[in-house]
């Protein structure tokens, strides 16, 4: 296991721990969370297993399973904290199309022996588009009285990072695959640094965990 992999799953077992710990302190969303957690926990521990221990020489199709899940929780975590009913309803209303079309990449575009790069970057689009609605959102209303002592702030901004990294990564990776390996290799361990920094913000916004004081609800729809 290289130093990067031990790396990840130190931060990741520090923000689920502390999600585990404070998640009475915290809104609902830190279910969301926790959930995510444990499922890139048992996806990357199930990866390692098949290819290092199980003799997969490929094990891709485990993170064409792991996208259109992981679509889903995030989904459902903005639905709960966005406001507006219809970006609310409208994301919502995606996640049964998007595990469709995860199915349809996965048997006529990406088989589940190559890199799902399509979805990934769909499913990164919309996470991108979603937290910077967000973000405009609880700036617009105003109705976070500390926005720096905000969980959802952090784990937002750390969403945003992370995806738009993913679009940077997954964007090329498909083709350095085919042209250059050592290449692909050196931006998917690009990659470590969008998936470090997420944790980081997602343990500072652990570290706000008491509930932030909402002022009333302001409909401007």
Not at 50 to 71: C, D, M, Q, R, W
Not at 76 to 94: D, E, G
Not at 129 to 138: D, G, N, T, V
Request: with cysteine.
């Amino acid at each position: 296991m290289s130093v990067f992999t031990k790396a990840y799953f130190l931060l990741l077992l520090i923000t689920l721990a502390l999600y585990l710990f404070k998640s009475r302190k915290m809104g609902t969303y830190s279910r969301h969370i926790i959930a995510l957690m444990l499922l890139w926990l048992l996806t990357t521990i199930t990866a390692i297993f098949l290819s290092s221990y199980a003799g997969f020489k490929n094990n891709l199709f485990v993170f064409h399973i792991l996208t259109p899940v992981e679509y889903g929780i995030l989904t459902l975590l903005f639905n709960h904290v966005i406001m507006n009913p219809f970006v609310k309803k409208m994301a919502k209303l995606s996640i049964l199309p998007f595990f469709v079309l995860c199915m349809l990449s996965a048997f006529f575009l990406q088989p589940v022996t190559e890199n799902n790069a399509y979805m990934i970057i769909t499913e990164s689009v919309i996470i991108v588009f979603l937290s910077l609605y967000y973000l405009r959102e609880i700036m617009i209303l105003q109705h976070v009285t500390e926005l720096h002592r905000f969980p959802m702030f952090w784990i937002t901004v750390g969403l945003l990072f992370y995806f738009t990294g993913n679009l940077l990564i997954e964007g090329m990776l498909n083709y350095m695959i085919k042209h250059s390996m050592t290449l692909a290799l050196r931006s998917y361990r690009l990659g470590y640094i969008f998936k470090y920094l997420l944790f980081i913000l997602f343990i500072t916004g652990a570290g706000f965990s008491k509930r932030t004081q909402l002022l009333p609800e302001t409909n401007y729809y």
